[in-house]
């Protein structure tokens, strides 16, 4: 066969043009059913259907949550007012001390010498003041005289308050009631004016120190109810008793205080805690946090349906969070809350909704 094409060229050559229509035909073919695909209208889809829960505000007391850090009430750092050697240690560090108890004495050195010289001087003073006036009314003392000796006297007083006050700087007794915290000399140390000495700390109460931010602070007023939850899960109730008058130039925000009523003298003061402070009672709505959204503008908002069976996406402003759920405020008083398909619906969307398993 292949012999009789070789001798007829003309057949190779008809054979050829056959199967280049029949590709061409074919392209063509295909080419058109495509184009009617592409042309024949899409099937109608129904509404999408969608699980809403129906969902009713409710009183709840509004709070801010914010970080703070727990303080001694109270904490002073006692320094030397006089050169001198540490005499004694009158009190061990850690125990619970008296306003006025003695925590820890310095060596007099001279100075029990100078207020008995101070007390002597002002003793002849005084004689000699005393015997002037008496002079003085029978004219036989100047004026100028008695007032050189009155002089001489406050001067010999005068010494005597700074001698004595020399000495009682030798004992560092406690400014009010409290924790005998920290020393920083041991006995023997010679000690310097403006050396520090050791600290006191008064843990009664405690003061939660945070920082507001300036869009927060317009809803808080001294003497809100604030409950302090510590790290370990235990709780604590205090009031705000402080807020700072202008903001921190950096963090642009407020110092408040807290303060803790702490009886039984627990040792927190150093530790971190939570913040929760009262604003008011509001309306809101309970929700779980997973059905909340965002919009295009980046605002959060939950998608809920009209009674024209219609998405709509509200903004709400989020009250509060917990392991429970979200409140928030925004929505109307009763709203039927997309639970189930809101992924798949947009604002303004026709759906068809069907209350939740669960819900009457």
Known sequence: ???????????????????????????????????????????????????????EASPMQRQHVVQGQIEAWRRVELRAQVSATVN???????????????????????????????????RQRA????????????????????????????????????????LGNTQITAPFAGVYDQRMVELGDFVQPGQSLLTLVDISQLKVSAQVAQQE????????????ELLDGREMQGE????????DPNSRSFRIEVKVDNPQALRLAGASATLHIQTGEALAHRLSPALLSLDKAGRHGVKWV?????????????????????????????????????????????????????DS
């Open 1 to 55: 066969m292949f012999r009789q094409l070789s001798k007829r060229p003309w057949l190779i050559a008809i054979a050829i043009s056959l199967l280049l229509l029949l590709w061409l035909f074919s392209g063509g073919l295909f080419k058109a059913q495509d184009t009617a695909t592409a042309d024949a209208p899409a099937p109608e889809q129904g509404p999408v259907n969608v699980e809403v829960t129906w969902l």
């Open 88 to 122: 004694r240690l009158d009190q061990d560090k850690g125990s619970t001390v008296k306003q006025g108890q003695l925590l820890l004495s310095l060596s007099g050195d001279n100075r029990p010498a100078q207020v008995a010289k101070g007390e002597a001087d002002v």
């Open 127 to 166: 004689a000699d003041a005393s015997g002037a006036e008496r002079l003085r009314q029978r004219n036989l003392v100047s004026t100028n005289e008695l007032i050189r000796l009155q002089s001489e006297l406050a001067k010999a007083r005068a010494e005597l308050d700074l001698a004595r006050i020399q």
């Open 217 to 228: 602070v317009t809803q808080l007023k001294l003497g809100q109810p604030v409950r302090v």
């Open 240 to 247: 705000l008793h402080f807020i700072a008058a202008a903001a």
């Open 306 to 358: 009209n009674e024209q069976q219609q998405v709509v996406f509200t903004p709400v402003q989020l009250i509060s969070v917990d392991n429970q759920g979200a409140w928030v405020s925004g929505l109307p008083h009763k709203v039927a809350l997309i639970t189930l398909g809101q992924g798949f619906v947009e604002p303004g969307q026709q759906v068809t909704s069907q209350l939740a398993k669960g």
